[in-house]
């Protein structure tokens, strides 16, 4: 029986903004840790480390996020690994933010000036040591808007969770709308939360690259 679209059924969705917060923070630092790895892998002169390093990114990169989640829930499953869907959701985005972040990061690490690098060498430091002292503290500067830029994308990508049943904002939505059938209320309140969610990063994101921009004019 279809029911009219009310408090109830907004406040549901309304609950669902959690769990998409959840998800990404926990692909997002997940992501973090990984996008580092592969980003020092893939700035390092060892091609034991690029070559891997540079196929995980064109594979996450070049495959689509929803065939990514689709492969980790039911591929796993096929294995016999029985993954639920808030851990497969997990896994699959942490891998495709790893992917993008390892990729920003390089981009940001290779444009900190080689001369950084060769006073460093002079001065006796180890790789670990000129990263850790001189190379990241500057690429994280640089890094610090196309990452809020990405964050971004990742809270809107976890809409494509919905697809392996975990029930975030879209998801959400989704089961009002079978309740209610109010196409325009339901996923006009959804499509507004995400506005919300996002818009504030996106501003940030710009303020930050403008700022950086200006300071690297100096």
């Known amino acids: 029986m279809i029911r009219p679209f009310g408090i109830n059924e907004a ?13 990404s923070a926990v692909a997002f630092a997940g992501g973090a840790v990984g996008g580092l790895l592969v980003a020092l892998a893939r700035v390092s002169k060892s091609r034991l ?4 390093a540079l196929a995980f990114i064109r594979l996450f990169q070049g495959t689509p996020l929803l065939m990514q989640l689709f492969l980790t829930y039911f591929g796993l499953r096929m294995l016999g690994l029985g993954l639920g869907p808030w851990t497969a959701a997990a896994i699959a985005l942490t891998l495709h933010a790893s992917a993008f972040l390892g990729e920003i990061w390089r981009g940001c690490i290779e444009a900190v000036p080689e001369g950084q690098s060769e006073a460093s060498w002079a001065l006796g430091l180890s790789y670990f040591d000129r990263m850790q002292s001189v190379v990241l503290p500057q690429a994280a500067r640089i890094a610090v808007a196309p990452t809020v830029g990405f964050l971004v994308q990742l809270i809107k990508g976890t809409s494509l969770a919905s697809i392996i049943g975990f029930v975030e904002l879209m998801r959400a939505g989704q089961i009002v709308n079978n309740a209610t059938f109010s196409p ?5 309140l959804v499509a507004l939360i995400y506005f919300f969610l996002c818009w504030p990063l996106s ?12 300071m690297a004019k100096r």
């Open 11 to 23: 406040w549901f969705i309304f609950t669902a903004i959690e769990w998409t917060l959840a998800l």
């Open 203 to 214: 501003i940030l994101a710009r303020r930050m690259e403008g700022r950086y921009a200006a």
């Open 184 to 188: 325009f209320k339901v996923y006009g």
């Open 49 to 52: 480390l690029n070559v891997p």
